[in-house]
T-cell receptor, first 113, second 111 residues
């Protein structure tokens, strides 16, 4: 059984740039959620995708956007990067109608200079 | 406003000691989950508690959900260095996958 994989693991960007983070969900899972974890904080819910559509969103501005593909993999895009966007971005997959357990990837560590 | 307050934020103890960490909220959750996160990794689910007053045991870890489903505690007996990590509680509300996390308790167990 393949776990959740994220790429890249680390990246550095400058203010104003755009970034795309990628996530492959665990085999058999149809739902992907994205979380932002700033240093010293717990993860904060960004949004969730199910059947290629956004299905719930946290308190994040529109410059945070995402996609889910037919194979259930997902992308998180952030435009006009700000210094406060520096964080660990976590992807979690789950199966709707299953146990409700989320399986997290190791995250993508984004640094904005 | 932090919906889920965890305490203490940091805890450093010696191997063999017992400890309790707390997760408190003014909101009611349909269920509450506890995760453990190690540096450079994503959180890993330890347990889900659903029923008010529920107690679940996982080896040396005991989890309790408050009667009103607003708070929870995690008790570790005879802590070991392998228990070191960030312990996160997360309340489940609304759609599956929309978790509200606390800031976590960073536990360090010294040999």
């Amino acid at each position: 059984e393949t776990g959740v994989t994220q790429s890249p693991t680390h990246l550095i960007k400058t203010r104003g740039q755009q970034v795309t983070l990628r996530c492959s969900s665990q085999s058999g899972h149809n739902t992907v959620s994205w979380y932002q974890q700033a240093l010293g904080q717990g993860p904060q819910f960004i949004f969730q995708y199910y059947r290629e559509e956004e299905n719930g969103r946290g308190n994040f501005p529109p410059r945070f956007s995402g996609l889910q593909f037919p194979n259930y993999s997902s992308e998180l895009n952030v435009n006009a990067l700000e210094l406060d966007d520096s964080a660990l971005y976590l992807c979690a997959s789950s199966h709707r109608g299953g146990s409700g357990e989320l399986f997290f990837g190791e995250g993508s560590r984004l640094t904005v200079l | 406003t932090q919906l889920l307050e965890q305490s203490p934020q940091f805890l450093s103890i010696q191997e063999g000691e017992n400890l309790t960490v707390y997760c408190n909220s003014s909101s009611v959750f349909s269920s509450l989950q506890w995760y453990r996160q190690e540096p450079g990794e994503g959180p890993v689910l330890l347990v889900t508690v659903v029923t008010g007053g529920e107690v679940k045991k996982l080896k040396r870890l005991t989890f309790q959900f408050g009667d009103a489903r607003k708070d929870s505690s995690l008790h570790i007996t005879a802590a070991q260095p392998g228990d070191t990590g960030l312990y996160l509680c997360a309340g489940v509300r609304g759609s599956q996958g929309n978790l509200i996390f606390g800031k976590g308790t960073k536990l360090s167990v010294k040999p």
